[in-house]
């Protein structure tokens, strides 16, 4: 999955490496999910890099996922090979509550104030 630039410095400079180490080291080239996924596949993930997914058709990238979702935490533990499918299931309600939280925050920014703080002070008699 691409790195938001926002969370780019979160990444250690090594990322690039320990990735490459996860996906094609440990996993040898395979998706790691087991169903942590939720999006129905039996055991481990068949789909493999390079070729056509098993149930989209489409080309396979393998990915490398946090399952805390803690960019900083690299740990073996942490990490697993997955494919696009499978990664974005295994964030899907991460995602959801990072986009509520970012309409939230752009929300808040766009809207103008009912009141200016010298409006609300006169109107108390202050």
């Known amino acids: 999955m691409p790195i ?4 780019a410095a979160r990444y250690p400079a ?10 094609f080291g ?7 999910c087991t169903g942590e996924c939720r999006t129905g596949h039996g055991g481990r993930c068949a789909a493999v890099h390079g070729m ?3 149930d989209t058709g489409s080309d396979v990238v393998l ?3 946090h399952r805390n979702h803690q960019p ?9 090979a997955a ?6 299931g295994y964030d899907r309600d991460h995602h959801a509550e990072t986009a509520a939280l970012r309409r939230a925050a752009g929300l808040a920014q766009a809207m103008d104030p009912l009141f200016t703080v010298e409006e609300v ?6």
């Open 63 to 65: 990915t490398t996922a």
């Open 121 to 126: 002070s006169r109107a108390a008699g202050g």
């Open 52 to 54: 056509p997914h098993p």
């Open 14 to 23: 090594d990322w690039p490496a320990v990735s490459a180490r996860i996906r």
């Open 4 to 7: 938001r630039p926002e969370n």
């Open 26 to 32: 440990r996993a040898a080239g395979r998706c790691e």
């Open 72 to 80: 900083e935490d690299c740990s073996d533990g942490n990490l697993f």
């Open 83 to 88: 494919c696009q499918r499978c990664h974005l």
